[in-house]
């Protein structure tokens, strides 16, 4: 008999998408409208770790 609860695969976990392992969180605070329009996005945890990259990488070249 098949397993109800889906195949094996489907346990193991996700990998990340960079060559670093993702192993924390972080939240913020930000307006309605802007949780909107990020919830919008295809990917919207991807559009946050984009966006956040890009802004440190511009940091970084002012320094």
């Known amino acids: 008999m098949p397993n109800p609860r889906?195949?094996?695969?489907?346990?193991?976990?996700?990998?990340p998408k960079g060559e670093e392992p993702?192993?924390?969180s972080i939240s913020f605070r930000c307006t309605e409208l802007?949780?909107?329009a990020?919830?919008?996005q295809d990917d919207p945890a991807q559009f946050c770790r984009d966006a956040i990259?890009?802004?440190?990488?511009?940091q970084k070249q002012l320094e």
């Open 53 to 58: 990259q890009e802004k440190l990488d511009k």
């Open 22 to 24: 993702m192993t924390t």
């Open 34 to 36: 802007m949780k909107e």
């Open 38 to 40: 990020v919830k919008a």
């Open 6 to 15: 889906g195949t094996p695969e489907n346990l193991q976990p996700s990998q």
